[in-house]
């Protein structure tokens, strides 16, 4: 993963008008990841906003849903640094907006798999820290929306057995 991220940085550098807007945003996604992964939280916070300005200036829902995914990952980095009420509100913001904003309800419209592996997945990684840091009952409420939205339209959940088997080792946390 460390080549990949290096690897990316590098070419996304070296080829800077070459590379579409969205692919660059992808790029410092998985660097924020990996960042993540790193417990760098600082660094993954400034790669997700780095990939926020390439949806900022678009206007159409088509064009704009990857800043959910992206400001989900911020709120997490947040937390990780200890911004706990100003990480919380930002996740507050998201999860609205994955329902509400035109973004959002383009997205669940157009792609529902992506909108709720997205959704529950800033629900799931954020529950985590809460129940890691006493606060069991905001997880929970969490966890709970997670849970109701991982099933597709026709009712299949097997899709998202992923995201179900990370729901279930958080219930596990709960004390």
Same mark, same amino acid.
């Given at each position: 993963?460390?080549?990949?991220?290096s !690897?990316?940085?590098?070419? $996304?550098?070296e080829?800077?008008?070459?590379?579409?807007?969205?692919?660059?945003?992808r790029?410092?996604?998985f660097?924020?990841?990996?960042?993540?992964?790193?417990?760098?939280?600082?660094?993954?916070?400034?790669?997700?906003?780095? !990939?926020?300005?390439?949806?900022?200036?678009?206007?159409?829902?088509?064009?704009?849903?990857?800043r959910?995914?992206?400001? !989900?990952?911020?709120?997490?980095?947040?937390?990780? $640094?200890?911004?706990?009420?100003?990480?919380?509100?930002?996740?507050?913001?998201?999860?609205?907006?994955?329902? $509400?904003?035109?973004? !959002? $309800?383009?997205?669940?419209?157009?792609?529902?798999y992506?909108?709720?592996?997205?959704?529950?997945?800033?629900?799931?990684?954020?529950?985590?820290?809460?129940?890691n840091?006493?606060?069991?009952?905001?997880?929970?409420?969490?966890?709970?929306?997670?849970?109701?939205?991982?099933?597709?339209?026709?009712?299949n959940?097997?899709i998202?057995?992923?995201?179900?088997?990370?729901?279930?080792?958080?219930?596990?946390?709960?004390?």
């Open positions: 993963m460390k080549k990949s991220a !690897g990316m940085e590098k070419y $996304q550098e080829h800077q008008t070459d590379i579409s807007p969205v692919m660059k945003a790029n410092f996604r660097m924020g990841r990996f960042a993540d992964y790193k417990n760098q939280p600082k660094k993954s916070e400034k790669f997700y906003h780095q !990939g926020l300005e390439y949806f900022d200036s678009e206007t159409e829902p088509e064009n704009r849903y990857h959910l995914e992206l400001l !989900g990952f911020i709120s997490f980095s947040l937390l990780k $640094q200890g911004k706990k009420d100003e990480g919380i509100k930002l996740m507050n913001q998201v999860l609205d907006d994955y329902d $509400q904003s035109p973004e !959002g $309800q383009w997205l669940k419209e157009h792609d529902y992506t909108w709720a592996v997205w959704k529950s997945g800033v629900e799931i990684r954020n529950s985590e820290y809460l129940i840091h006493s606060d069991s009952a905001m997880a929970s409420t969490l966890m709970n929306d997670a849970d109701s939205i991982l099933k597709m339209p026709d009712g959940t097997e998202f057995n992923i995201r179900i088997g990370e729901l279930d080792r958080l219930r596990t946390l709960i004390h």
